[in-house]
């Protein structure tokens, strides 16, 4: 079946630092690719997307891109703010194998000093 | 347009009783989801409206789960003598089905179930 692995947190920056977080999945057909971020007390956003390979996502600062070759979509921001601090989920949907689900990774928490 | 709402917030049952939610989706998404999320995992998949037809179950929704979406607008999920096992946060997500946003998924602030 579909699943997600993503990268174990937490992840504690210093403001201004460098943000990856990995991502990479297996996918009986041909997903599209999310990023949803969960700020505290608030629920799932959609934070960017890809729908097929070599897409790149943006929203906020942040991007990932969509690597076939290497089932990944690894979430990137040149400097993150201590606003961004959350838990970030990478997810696929495999809607091309006729399901419409969201497969979610476990999650990666992200605390951002000042 | 409001967004998702989930009611209600929070439930606090003993083990044995039936618990009802209801998931109010964005007005003109026809396609409604329930997901599962217990502490420092992802989202699970539970079922899949399409309009009023539930067209993908989970295999974690065990006989003792029931979802309804009678008029393709709201949707209750129910779950007949809880266990405590079944306390997570239960999430309901919308979406359009159609269009270039039709896989966008948006979901709502979900129920926190605590079965004691």
């Known amino acids: 079946g579909d699943s997600v692995t993503q990268m174990e947190g937490p992840v504690t920056l210093s403001e201004e630092a460098f943000l990856t977080i990995n991502c990479t999945y297996t996918?009986?057909?041909?997903?599209?690719l999310f990023w949803y971020v969960q700020y505290p007390g608030e629920g799932l956003q959609l934070l960017l997307k890809a729908t097929k390979a070599d897409d790149k996502g943006s929203n906020k600062g942040f991007e990932a891109t969509y690597r076939k070759e290497t089932t990944s979509f690894h979430l990137e921001k040149g400097s993150v703010q201590v606003s961004d601090s959350a838990v970030y989920f990478c997810a696929l949907s495999d809607s091309g194998a006729g399901s419409y689900q969201l497969t979610f990774g476990k999650g990666t928490k992200l605390s951002v000093i000042p | 347009d409001t967004g998702v709402s989930q009611d209600p917030r929070h439930k606090i049952t003993k083990r044995g009783q039936n618990v009802t939610f209801r998931c109010d989706p964005i007005?003109?998404?026809?396609?409604l989801y329930w997901y599962r999320q217990t502490l420092g995992q992802g989202p699970e998949f539970l079922t899949y409206f399409q309009n009023e037809a539930q067209l993908e179950k989970s295999r974690l929704l065990s006989d003792r789960f029931s979802a309804e979406r009678p008029k393709g607008s709201f949707s209750t999920l129910e779950i007949q003598r809880t266990e405590q096992g079944d306390s997570a946060m239960y999430l309901c997500a919308s979406s359009l089905g159609s269009g270039a946003l039709g896989n966008e998924q948006f979901f709502g602030p979900g129920t926190r179930l605590t079965v004691l």
């Open positions: 996918a009986t057909g041909y997903p599209s």
């Open positions: 007005s003109e998404h026809n396609r």
